[in-house]
């Protein structure tokens, strides 16, 4: 399938512009490792957009023929993590024949791990996505993050590993999920204007044996922005307090001081993807559990 990089929210999606490059992205698993990697170069360049084919689970030699025929149609950068040999040297084949670069983008950290523990891979597909212990603190993680979004099961805040508030189209719900995949659980609720946070998410403190509250804000004529396009998707064309620029200010100022009086940690989302927010959060969260031992 092809598919346009971008961070997966409405509000953030880019505009297809400049040189357009084909990136076949070939896994014999999931291909998380080698399109993280792929975005990770791709966006590293002005004025370039990657057209991503992501080719998955490709495991027989019937499959990687279809993706040798996809790649003829549309020869581009060839990224693959595969393990087997035949498969490896034949993807390989093709590429040179066709003049296109072909990288194996997990050879050289194996490589290197090979040298220092001295023994070999398993040369295993998937092995990181094998069902065991951590593989379903994730399931639950996500479970916990669909039951308690934008205020629900409030009665379960406990429960939490994390708790996020924020005005409303403060990527939230989103950062919430990203969160769950590194088997977090996390809640999210929103500041209401007028209405404040529920006595629930009050009842929280800073301290370590409960969850970390962190609450997340932006700037206020970006938000006032983002919800106007929000409204336009919904075809609600009222001119509300939701989209006035004074009004938002307000929200954001009146949930910052909130955060502040509890010792809760502000994040500024303005100019930071959902990764970079999760992995804030997590250094946090990380600083918060380290308390919580040190006190054993």
Not at 58 to 80: C, H, N, W, Y
Request: glycine share 6%; with cysteine.
């Amino acid at each position: 399938m092809s598919v346009e990089f971008g961070d997966g929210s409405e509000d953030n999606k880019p505009e297809r512009k400049g040189e357009v490059v084909h990136l076949h992205l070939v896994s014999d698993s999931t291909g998380e490792t080698v399109h993280g990697l792929a975005r990770a170069c791709i966006v590293q360049f002005e004025d370039v957009a990657g057209e991503e084919h992501l080719w998955t689970l490709i495991r027989t030699p019937s499959q990687l023929d279809k993706v040798l025929e996809g790649i003829r149609k549309a020869p581009g950068i060839v990224m693959f993590t595969l393990v087997n040999d035949e498969m490896r040297e034949k993807l390989a084949l093709a590429c040179r024949e066709l003049r296109i670069p072909c990288l194996s983008v997990l050879d050289p950290f194996i490589t290197s791990f090979e040298t220092y523990l001295g023994r070999p891979s398993r040369d295993q597909p998937g092995r990181q996505h094998e069902m065991d212990t951590e593989y379903f603190a994730r399931i639950e993680a996500m479970q916990y993050a669909l039951a308690h979004d934008d205020g629900q099961g409030l009665w379960n805040l406990p429960n939490a590993d994390v708790v996020v508030i924020g005005v409303s189209r403060t990527s939230k719900t989103p950062t919430c999920i990203y969160l769950a995949n590194r088997g977090v659980r996390a809640a999210n609720v929103p500041f209401v204007p007028g209405m404040g946070l529920p006595r629930e998410v009050l009842a929280l403190g800073d301290r370590p044996h409960e969850p970390l509250v962190v609450g997340l804000t932006k700037d206020p004529a970006q938000l006032v922005q983002i919800r106007k396009n929000r409204m336009r998707m919904l075809a609600e064309t009222e001119e509300t307090d939701y989209v006035d620029l004074e009004t938002v200010r307000q929200e954001v100022t009146a949930c910052r001081r909130i955060c502040s009086e509890r010792r809760w940690p502000v994040i500024d989302v303005s100019r930071r993807s959902i990764e970079e927010t999760a992995a804030t959060i997590m250094k946090h969260y990380e600083r918060h559990i380290g308390r919580a031992a040190g006190r054993k």
